[in-house]
């Protein structure tokens, strides 16, 4: 009888764990779950990193996007979907600034 008490609470814990899991709980759907396989992504390039001129595109109007105004001879280089801090004289990597952009970036 004990193991059959057992069985009955799996068979109703299952459900309920699967659905707890679920964003959206209707009742007569099931739920799909999907395992997330996300690997950190790799920055591009680091800091100290020197780049290739005429490879990567200069972001204009940094105001705009939340970010303190250019001086000091550095520049904001967009390299894939980030931001970085750039020396304009020898475009050595300064430092990755995409957390500090607005959320319009």
């Given at each position: 009888m004990r193991q059959l008490w057992m069985i009955a609470a799996?068979?109703?814990?299952?459900p309920l764990a699967a659905q707890a899991q679920c964003r959206v709980a209707i009742?007569?759907?099931?739920?799909?779950?999907?395992?997330?396989?996300?690997a950190p992504k790799a920055d591009p390039v680091q800091a100290g990193d020197t780049l290739e001129r005429g490879q990567y595109q200069m972001l204009m109007n940094a105001t705009y996007y939340g970010l303190p105004p250019v001086s000091d001879g550095w520049v904001y280089m967009r390299i894939a979907d980030d931001i970085y801090r750039v020396d304009w004289r020898t475009?050595?990597?300064?430092?990755r600034v995409t957390d500090q952009a607005g959320r319009n970036w």
């Open positions: 799996l068979a109703t814990a299952l009742a007569g759907t099931a739920c799909v779950t999907v395992p997330q396989t996300s475009h050595t990597v300064l430092e």
